[in-house]
C-alpha cells in the first residue's frame, strides 16, 4: 500500500512539475513576442488585427483580464505600458501612422470574414 502511495505522489510530482516547466515555457514565448513586437515598431496595429485577429492592444487587454482573474488589480495603461515597453501616448506619438485607406477597406473586410 506504501508503494501505491509513493508511485501516486511521484507522479503528481512529475505533473506539477511538467506544469510548471509548461507555464515557465509559456511565459518565455510571451516575453519574446512582447519584445519582438517592441522591435518592429513599423508593423502597425491595423495590419496585426487584419491578418492575424489581435494585435498590441488585445495582448494588453488579456494581460489586465488575466491579472483581474487572479486579483491583481490593473489598469489598462499598465497593461498597455507592459505590453509596448512605454506609455502608450508614447509608443503611438513615436510610430503609430495615420491607417490608409486600404489598410482600413482590409481591416473592414477582415472583420467581415472573422467577427468577433
Not at 501616448?89 to 486600404?102: H, I, L, M
Amino acid at each position: 500500500m506504501a508503494s501505491e502511495d509513493n508511485t501516486r505522489d511521484d507522479a503528481a510530482s512529475a505533473d506539477d512539475t511538467a506544469d510548471r516547466t509548461r507555464v515557465e515555457l509559456e511565459a518565455a514565448v510571451y516575453r519574446r513576442l512582447v519584445e519582438h513586437l517592441r522591435n518592429r515598431t513599423d508593423v502597425q496595429n491595423i495590419d496585426m488585427m487584419t491578418l492575424a485577429g489581435f494585435c498590441r492592444n488585445c495582448l494588453s487587454d488579456w494581460m489586465r483580464e488575466a491579472a483581474g482573474e487572479r486579483g491583481v488589480a490593473m489598469t489598462k495603461d499598465e497593461s498597455r505600458a507592459i505590453v509596448y515597453g512605454m506609455p502608450y501616448d508614447e509608443w503611438r506619438t513615436k510610430f503609430q501612422r495615420e491607417a490608409s485607406a486600404e489598410q482600413r477597406a482590409a481591416f473592414e473586410q477582415a472583420q467581415k470574414q472573422h467577427p468577433g
